[in-house]
């Protein structure tokens, strides 16, 4: 299925040439002539991409990504700009647009615009994004490893130093890159992010340093780099590892110098930003074998977190399922009030490499076929009701299911626990009666979970 682009502009010879070389590069589009129509659209789903003039009568364009800011960050907006009006533009990109063309514009420049945005969209879409709470993100878990990384940004956040997260794909890098962001004292400042591995080399230079109008072929305005636009704020390098080489160079001159330049200009520029770099990959590993610097895997390395695989922490599996139940029951229009004990051990007993992201589409497919309020065994992909082979030795791999399986239903027991406990405003003897069992029943499993402090 081709992707869909939304094109936003009041003037209707505009939307027809942009739709018709849209179609012709072999996309699919649709079309609106203000951003109160788009917005309506957008509210429908299946739109890959938007592109938006700015100027515009009932919602303009920077209205319109105002408008999807808090409900649809995942999708990347193109503005188009007149002649002349280049600030307007940056400002737009720092409220979150993903680029800007300025009138009259070259239709290749265009579809490069379109290709990369689509191509940095399908990237990000590969990294789970579990949670927000107000603005502010909410990493769930109750496990150890969980604690750990909260305590730990709690730790690094206020540090102006670089920070290097590793971990396996899906384990939520861009998730605890905003969440150290939020938790910064440079939260109200933009927070921008770049895929490495869905940049295209020719294109590297310009989209984290910028240019000058005239610098680069097609491009007849000057354009900021993403470091330019996090300045004050952070800038998070996912996949640093697909960084080339003689871009990692200039990058270490940013950090240790603070200054940028862009492509065809004569001075530098002052930035101020906090630079935090994911990775899947072993970069001392690329650094013996020559692809990647040494000297700027150290600059990176100053505060580094390893990101625990799912299949390590499975106790928190179940808050992350339910979390995923509440997303797709408002995505999807479905009121599914939970997950069968089946249907959970099942999840339990899947070793998950994909890790979160796993789960999520798991979830997800389930929520398509789920015919009642419950998910059932029935409602799981064939691979985990096949359950497949255990990546551990047959020994080591039930010795460890039982551990998780007895953490996990810790972690059920302490929160039915700690709800009858709130329910019942800390009355032992209410809360046990709301449980079903007896007083002493309650008192020793409150001891052996840790909850007699609690009370």
């Given at each position: 299925m081709s992707e869909r682009i939304l094109v936003v502009d009041d003037e209707p010879s505009m939307r027809k040439v942009l739709?018709?070389?849209?179609?012709?590069?072999?996309?699919?589009?649709?079309?609106?002539?203000?951003?109160?129509?788009?917005?309506?659209?957008?509210?429908?789903?299946?739109?890959?991409?938007?592109?938006?003039?700015?100027?515009?009568?009932?919602?303009?364009?920077?209205?319109?990504?105002?408008?999807?800011?808090?409900?649809?960050?995942?999708?990347?907006?193109?503005?188009?700009?007149?002649?002349?009006?280049?600030?307007?533009?940056?400002?737009?990109?720092?409220?979150?647009?993903?680029?800007?063309?300025?009138?009259?514009?070259?239709?290749?420049?265009?579809?490069?615009?379109?290709?990369?945005?689509?191509?940095?969209?399908?990237?990000?879409?590969?990294?789970?994004?579990?949670?927000?709470?107000?603005?502010?993100?909410?990493?769930?878990?109750?496990?150890?490893?969980?604690?750990?990384?909260?305590?730990?940004?709690?730790?690094?956040?206020?540090?102006?130093?670089?920070?290097?997260?590793?971990?396996?794909?899906?384990?939520g890098h861009g998730l605890v890159a905003r969440a150290i962001h939020e938790a910064s004292p440079r939260k109200e400042a933009p927070f921008v992010k770049i895929t490495c591995?869905?940049?295209?080399?020719?294109?590297?230079?310009?989209?984290?340093?910028?240019?000058?109008?005239?610098?680069?072929?097609?491009?007849?305005?000057?354009?900021?780099?993403?470091?330019?636009?996090?300045?004050?704020?952070?800038?998070?390098?996912?996949?640093?590892?697909?960084?080339?080489?003689?871009?990692?160079?200039?990058?270490?001159?940013?950090?240790?110098?603070?200054?940028?330049?862009?492509?065809?200009?004569?001075?530098?520029?002052?930035?101020?930003?906090?630079?935090?770099?994911?990775?899947?990959?072993?970069?001392?590993?690329?650094?013996?074998?020559?692809?990647?610097?040494?000297?700027?895997?150290?600059?990176?390395?100053?505060?580094?977190?390893e990101l625990t695989a799912l299949r390590s922490r499975l106790e928190d599996l179940p808050d992350l399922a339910e979390y995923f139940v509440a997303k797709f029951n408002t995505r999807l229009g479905r009121q599914v009030t939970g997950i069968s004990p089946q249907a959970m051990s099942m999840l339990l007993a899947h070793r998950w490499p994909g890790n979160v992201r796993e789960l999520e589409n798991v979830i997800e497919r389930a929520m398509l076929f789920a015919d009642g309020e419950v998910l059932d065994v029935g409602h799981l992909p064939g691979q985990l009701q096949g359950g497949g082979e255990p990546d551990l030795p047959i020994t080591d791999f039930d010795s460890n299911m039982k551990s998780i399986v007895r953490r996990a239903t810790a972690n059920i027991e302490r929160q039915l626990i700690r709800g009858a406990l709130d329910e019942s405003q800390n009355n032992v003897t209410h809360a046990a009666k709301a449980l079903g069992i007896s007083r002493k029943s309650l008192q020793t499993k409150m001891k052996e979970l840790g909850l007699r402090e609690d009370v």
């Open positions: 739709g018709r070389l849209l179609e012709r590069a072999g996309y699919s589009v649709e079309l609106a002539e203000n951003g109160q129509e788009a917005l309506r659209r957008l509210q429908d789903g299946g739109i890959d991409l938007v592109i938006t003039d700015i100027r515009m009568p009932v919602m303009d364009g920077i209205e319109l990504l105002a408008a999807m800011a808090p409900n649809l960050p995942d999708i990347p907006v193109i503005v188009i700009t007149a002649h002349g009006t280049v600030d307007t533009a940056v400002s737009a990109m720092k409220m979150g647009a993903f680029d800007f063309v300025s009138k009259p514009f070259e239709s290749d420049q265009l579809l490069r615009n379109c290709q990369k945005a689509l191509a940095q969209s399908r990237a990000e879409r590969r990294s789970v994004q579990t949670g927000r709470e107000g603005s502010g993100v909410r990493l769930l878990g109750t496990s150890t490893e969980s604690q750990a990384l909260r305590d730990w940004i709690d730790k690094v956040a206020n540090l102006p130093s670089a920070t290097l997260l590793n971990g396996e794909p899906g384990t591995g869905a940049i295209p080399r020719d294109w590297f230079e310009s989209e984290l340093f910028g240019h000058e109008a005239g610098a680069v072929p097609g491009s007849a305005s000057e354009r900021p780099g993403r470091l330019e636009l996090a300045d004050g704020g952070t800038l998070f390098l996912n996949e640093i590892d697909a960084m080339p080489m003689d871009v990692q160079g200039q990058l270490l001159r940013v950090i240790k110098e603070g200054r940028v330049g862009r492509l065809g200009a004569l001075s530098d520029r002052a930035v101020d930003v906090r630079l935090i770099a994911g990775t899947h990959a072993n970069l001392e590993e690329a650094v013996s074998e020559g692809r990647f610097r040494d000297d700027l895997f150290y600059a990176l390395n100053v505060a580094h977190f």
